[in-house]
């Protein structure tokens, strides 16, 4: 039997070259991960601290859930953005997540329409284009577009020009 939209695994302990479809055998990294799955796939981040341009700074293209357990985190290390951009046309439900110390153009997570942020936590996302100097919109998320949904998410200490936690532009 071959599954569809089977389930992808990720941990900071995990191998790149593993299959990615069990938790004793995970990715590393969560580009691996998305760029593996197909649409309608789910991804389990399992705990640990998530940092560098193969775990942060990535745009998503796919119809994905994403779950973590509330102790998978996501860091800018003060230099990147911390989390995802969810490009247009596609539903993303991220689950469970952390996002702290995000920085630049996109401070935590850009989404498109139709996104899901829940049981997320987001902390100390700048967005900005200089060091400490809030510009632009939505330090932890920036919506562009309709039906996006943030339930139970927690937001503290996110800076932008527009909406610190939150920027709706639609």
Do not use: H, M
């Amino acid at each position: 039997i071959t599954l569809s939209n089977p389930n992808y695994y990720v941990n900071p302990a995990g191998d790149d070259s593993n299959a990615g479809t069990s938790s004793t055998a995970p990715f590393k990294t969560l580009s691996k991960a998305i760029s593996t799955a197909t649409d309608k796939s789910s991804i389990y981040v399992q705990a640990g601290y998530y940092a560098g341009t193969n775990n942060t700074v990535l745009t998503i293209s796919k119809n994905l859930t994403i779950y973590g357990n509330g102790s998978a985190i996501f860091s800018g290390e003060n230099s990147r953005q911390s989390g995802f951009t969810v490009a247009t046309g596609y539903s993303v439900t991220l689950n469970g997540l952390k996002f702290i110390n995000g920085s630049g153009n996109a401070g935590a997570v850009t989404v498109n329409a139709n996104c899901s942020i829940i049981n997320c936590t987001f902390t100390n996302n700048l967005k900005s284009t200089s060091t400490n100097n809030a510009t632009g919109w939505g330090g932890a998320v920036y919506c562009i577009g309709s039906n996006n949904y943030i339930f139970n998410s927690d937001f503290y200490s996110n800076k932008a020009y527009y909406g610190g936690a939150i920027y709706n532009s639609s």
